[in-house]
């Protein structure tokens, strides 16, 4: 019997760790408590998240508070998320649109992207320009640009993406153009 771990093949016979895949000659590293590696250390792909400057609509400021902190003594990340809902839960309401409207039909989110520039500590203020992009049929995403009140240093970007969906039908449905409407400087994709 035999399982893969980071593209290895563990044999529970021998208990010994070999290449999946041929791989060419490479130094092995074994120090690493019974774990080897072969070659270079393995990297993780990273986001890039770009956005324009003339779709942010909206901005709002948020203390970081002592139940934020982490072991590492600076903002957690899901306290970084919980911020986030906030500060697009406040975009919202400015522009008068309800998470669930009077027919049950709202916005949920699909998925969340954050990527991390340097450290928030508490008290920190920061400030979350909140807007739009990438508009299609069904939705699109809520865009986030976090940095410090004072000095204006970046600390994170995040992009959130959403779709209007029916909660009696829980079926997604397309984007009411009211909502489009606010929002004309967004662009928007065709697809």
């Known amino acids: 019997m035999a399982f893969f771990v980071m593209g290895l093949r563990i044999t529970r016979e021998s208990r010994t760790m070999r290449p999946a895949l041929p791989v060419s000659p490479a130094p092995i590293d ?3 408590q ?3 590696t072969i070659g270079k250390r393995f990297s993780m792909a990273r ?5 324009p400057d003339d779709q942010f609509y909206f901005t709002t400021q948020l203390t970081v508070r002592i139940t ?11 306290s970084m998320i919980s911020m986030i809902s906030e500060a697009r839960a406040r975009f919202l309401y400015q522009f008068g649109i309800e998470e669930v409207g009077e027919n049950d039909t709202g916005i949920i989110v699909t998925d969340l992207a954050t990527t991390y520039k340097r450290e928030a500590f508490a008290r920190d203020r920061l ?3 909140v807007g739009l992009m990438d508009l299609n049929r069904y939705g699109g995403d809520i865009i986030f640009r ?3 009140a004072e ?3 970046l600390v994170a970007l995040a992009k959130s993406g959403f779709v209007f969906y029916d909660f009696t039908t829980s079926k997604v449905v397309p984007m009411p153009e009211d909502f489009r409407l606010r929002f004309p400087g967004a662009n928007y ?3």
């Open 68 to 78: 934020d902190i982490n072991a590492g003594k600076h903002l957690a990340n899901d």
């Open 146 to 148: 976090i940095s410090k």
């Open 127 to 129: 400030i979350f320009e």
């Open 30 to 32: 074994q120090s690493r």
């Open 189 to 191: 994709l065709e697809y």
């Open 34 to 36: 019974g774990i080897r």
């Open 151 to 153: 000095g204006g240093e």
């Open 47 to 51: 986001l890039n998240l770009v956005f």
